[in-house]
């Protein structure tokens, strides 16, 4: 078991090591959209990050793993306002007048005819307007500390104007999405990658990005995927059926989408939940399913049964991931500080619970036995516990995208673990086929 670690950090690198020229630099600005009007994008383009914050669709699984990596720091981070309309734009500018403060809000411009044209950032849903714990920032307070670490690795620029003596108006709260490039046309950062999924060999795997794309590698085939549908979420976990000729993909909302044999056995789409739901867990005859939310509220469909959850306890961390036992009588849940949850036949078998961790866990994977699991952290460091053996970890790998999501074997003697670009790490007897 891997017990190294200092106290925690939020630091996740900066965007330049693996970038030529990064696009993280204070006088970039976010691209246009092509053919489409500031402040009118169609819904379609657009989707949610979190219940507050809603982006266009490039930018939002970068900001969406932001509140994710965030909140598993302990930092109560949201965006209270990303994508504007035109109406909204004329309402801040109005408001900002009104205060005596027009000079710092975004100007309207007008076009033929007298139309009034919108200018912000925010009009293209790739700029975020950030809160801590329901308070806009300031540059004192522990939210923007974490951005100024963690935004530019997965492409969220801060401006020059906005930063302190910028302007005569800086926001510490104001953050633009420049992973395309950026208008200087700079190198892409990218972060969209959510979730990697087993084939029944060590030879292929699916991995899945927020917006739904499914990249197969290896003997994986592809099943269909939800990247050329609007979404109302973003993707937040996906899990392979045990036969592995389909897989299941799962929003923020709890809205399920399947594919192959996966069958649909209900969602929490359209229901109101405390917290958005972050990952999910299949029963070993693929006939039902759990959710989990990040307060570790459990919800089960189909044939899964419930065994418990902690969506009544006072979490010291947020819920990231859940595994199922194999005989589906069980499940556990891993929070943020390496705490495990075990219910049902599931044992606990130990945990970085109140241990120190230079970054936060993300996911956890169980062995076939189900008599132990992997906990795999942001950096890519692995807790092994009970049967599961260490087989590696990212820990020290060039490049600074965070780590995401673990995968075990079907044989349990080995791993693959993924990061936010797409980027592979075969240890053991997985074998790497390519990045997703």
């Given at each position: 078991?891997?017990?190294?670690?200092?106290?925690?950090?939020?630091?996740?690198?900066?965007?330049?090591?693996?970038?030529?020229?990064?696009?993280?630099?204070?006088?970039?600005?976010?691209?246009?959209?092509?053919?489409?009007?500031?402040?009118?994008v169609p819904?379609?383009?657009?989707?949610?990050?979190?219940?507050?914050?809603?982006?266009?669709?490039?930018?939002?699984?970068?900001?969406?793993?932001?509140?994710?990596?965030?909140?598993?720091?302990g930092?109560?981070?949201?965006?209270?306002?990303?994508?504007?309309?035109?109406?909204?734009?004329?309402?801040?500018?109005?408001?900002a007048?009104?205060?005596?403060?027009?000079?710092?809000?975004?100007?309207?411009?007008?076009?033929?005819?007298?139309?009034?044209?919108?200018?912000?950032?925010?009009?293209?849903?790739?700029?975020?307007?950030?809160?801590?714990?329901?308070?806009?920032?300031?540059?004192?307070?522990?939210?923007?500390?974490?951005?100024?670490?963690?935004?530019?690795?997965v492409?969220?620029n801060?401006?020059?104007?906005?930063?302190?003596?910028g302007?005569?108006c800086?926001?510490?709260?104001?953050?633009?999405?420049?992973?395309d490039?950026?208008?200087?046309?700079?190198?892409?950062?990218?972060?969209?990658?959510?979730?990697i999924?087993?084939?029944?060999?060590?030879?292929?795997?699916?991995?899945?990005?927020?917006?739904?794309?499914?990249?197969?590698?290896g003997?994986?085939?592809s099943?269909?995927?939800?990247?050329?549908?609007?979404?109302?979420?973003?993707?937040?976990?996906?899990?392979?059926?045990?036969?592995?000729?389909?897989y299941?993909?799962?929003?923020?909302d709890?809205?399920?989408?399947?594919?192959?044999?996966?069958?649909?056995?209900?969602?929490?789409?359209g229901?109101?939940?405390?917290?958005?739901?972050?990952g999910?867990?299949?029963?070993?005859?693929?006939?039902?399913?759990?959710?989990?939310?990040?307060?570790?509220?459990?919800?089960?469909?189909?044939?899964?049964?419930?065994?418990?959850?902690?969506?009544?306890?006072?979490?010291?961390?947020?819920?990231?991931?859940?595994?199922?036992?194999?005989?589906?009588?069980?499940?556990?849940?891993?929070?943020?500080?390496?705490?495990?949850?075990?219910?049902?036949?599931?044992?606990?078998?130990?945990?970085?619970g109140?241990?120190?961790?230079?970054?936060p866990?993300?996911?956890?994977?169980?062995?076939?036995?189900?008599?132990?699991?992997?906990?795999?952290?942001a950096?890519?460091?692995?807790f092994?516990?009970?049967?599961?053996?260490?087989?590696?970890?990212g820990?020290?790998?060039?490049?600074?995208?965070?780590?995401?999501?673990?995968?075990?074997?079907?044989?349990g003697?080995?791993?693959?673990?993924?990061?936010?670009?797409?980027?592979?790490?075969?240890?053991?007897?997985?074998?790497?086929?390519?990045?997703?």
């Amino acid at each position: 078991m891997r017990r190294v670690l200092l106290a925690i950090a939020i630091v996740c690198g900066t965007a330049t090591s693996a970038h030529a020229v990064s696009p993280i630099q204070p006088g970039n600005r976010p691209t246009p959209l092509p053919g489409v009007e500031n402040g009118k994008v169609p819904a379609s383009m657009l989707t949610h990050a979190s219940a507050e914050c809603v982006a266009v669709r490039e930018a939002a699984p970068s900001i969406r793993f932001l509140f994710l990596l965030a909140q598993a720091n302990g930092v109560s981070l949201d965006g209270h306002s990303c994508y504007r309309t035109l109406q909204g734009q004329i309402n801040s500018r109005t408001n900002a007048t009104a205060n005596g403060n027009a000079a710092c809000a975004s100007a309207l411009s007008t076009g033929p005819g007298g139309v009034v044209v919108g200018t912000s950032m925010h009009g293209w849903g790739k700029a975020a307007d950030l809160n801590e714990a329901g308070e806009g920032l300031d540059f004192h307070f522990t939210a923007y500390t974490f951005m100024k670490a963690a935004a530019a690795s997965v492409g969220w620029n801060h401006p020059g104007w906005a930063e302190p003596g910028g302007s005569s108006c800086p926001e510490p709260w104001h953050w633009e999405w420049v992973g395309d490039g950026g208008r200087q046309g700079l190198d892409t950062i990218r972060a969209d990658t959510v979730a990697i999924l087993p084939t029944r060999t060590t030879g292929g795997y699916w991995t899945v990005t927020g917006l739904g794309a499914v990249n197969a590698r290896g003997n994986a085939t592809s099943y269909g995927e939800a990247s050329s549908i609007p979404i109302a979420w973003i993707m937040v976990s996906a899990q392979a059926t045990p036969t592995a000729k389909g897989y299941w993909l799962v929003g923020g909302d709890g809205g399920v989408f399947s594919y192959g044999d996966a069958a649909f056995h209900g969602s929490t789409g359209g229901m109101p939940l405390n917290q958005p739901v972050l990952g999910m867990a299949p029963t070993p005859g693929a006939k039902g399913y759990w959710l989990v939310a990040s307060d570790g509220g459990v919800f089960s469909f189909g044939n899964a049964k419930f065994y418990g959850s902690t969506g009544s306890i006072s979490l010291f961390r947020p819920v990231v991931g859940m595994a199922a036992m194999p005989n589906g009588k069980g499940y556990w849940l891993a929070a943020s500080d390496g705490g495990v949850f075990a219910y049902g036949d599931a044992e606990f078998k130990g945990s970085m619970g109140g241990t120190a961790l230079a970054q936060p866990v993300l996911s956890i994977a169980a062995t076939p036995s189900g008599k132990g699991y992997w906990l795999m952290a942001a950096d890519g460091g692995i807790f092994n516990y009970g049967d599961a053996k260490f087989f590696g970890s990212g820990v020290g790998s060039a490049g600074d995208s965070p780590f995401v999501d673990i995968a075990a074997t079907r044989s349990g003697k080995g791993y693959w673990l993924v990061r936010a670009n797409g980027e592979v790490f075969a240890f053991g007897d997985a074998e790497h086929e390519g990045n997703g």
